[in-house]
């Protein structure tokens, strides 16, 4: 089966930095990727790691370690735009193609 | 704007009924996938098309059923609705079966079964 683990909600400061943890335990693996999705629109790609290690985007970085199947999202310099959900998703070879298996969200809220 | 399209943006209907949701991927792209999301079960993948044929299934139910035109784009079927198919049902798309590693999202259809 697939496990994706991730906290349900977070609260961090406007101008702060926040870090959101992603754990999974899947049948496979060929990447990981973040997603943020506001409340009722589609979600929008943020990041993709598929070997080890930090991979850098502006103000959004994301980690990855396979063997401990962990990784990470970090949102520096947080905006009240950034209130949103970030969704862990882990991409699953499936037959003769992939999908892509996501936790249920961690629902970030920016305050002042 | 992805530029993935989903038709309609809404669609309320009555239990028992059929529906068909449409999706016309990126310009260029030839894999298709399919998504529910609902408020207890976050998203789910349901099925992916590659190129006009079916590649990868998911949680889909024997009532619902898509499929890939030559032009690419994608239907979803879902029949003998319930009310807990209510949900968000998204598609996406990607350049190849497993490269072009990003998905990109429609803007999603909201089914409600009253």
């Known amino acids: 089966g697939q496990n994706i683990d991730q906290p349900t909600e977070m609260t961090a400061t406007e101008g702060a930095i926040v870090q959101i943890n992603c754990t999974y335990q899947t049948s496979g693996f060929n990447g990981l990727f973040w997603y943020q999705q506001h409340a009722g629109e589609a979600p929008t790609f943020l990041s993709y790691n598929v070997l080890d290690g930090l991979e850098e985007k502006g103000r959004f970085s994301s980690f990855l370690s396979r063997s401990k199947g962990y990784s990470y999202l970090l949102l520096k310099e947080l905006q009240m735009k950034d209130s949103a959900s970030y969704l862990c998703a882990v991409r699953v070879p499936t037959g003769g193609g992939n999908k892509l298996t996501f936790g249920t969200g961690t629902q970030l809220k920016v305050e002042l | 704007d992805s530029g993935v399209t989903q038709t309609p943006k809404h669609l309320i209907t009555a239990t028992g009924q059929r529906v068909t949701l449409r999706c016309s991927p990126r310009?260029?792209?030839?894999?298709v996938y399919w998504y529910q999301q609902s408020l207890d079960q976050g998203l789910q993948f349901l099925i992916q098309y590659y190129n006009g044929e079916e590649r990868a299934k998911g949680n889909i139910l024997e009532r619902f059923s898509a499929q890939q035109f030559p032009d690419l784009h994608s239907e979803l079927n879902l029949s003998s609705l319930e009310l807990g198919d209510s949900a968000l049902y998204f598609c996406?798309?990607?350049?190849?079966?497993?490269?072009?590693?990003?998905?990109?999202f429609g803007p999603g259809t909201r089914l409600t079964v009253l």
């Open positions: 996406a798309s990607s350049a190849g079966l497993a490269g072009g590693y990003e998905q990109f």
């Open positions: 310009s260029g792209d030839l894999s």
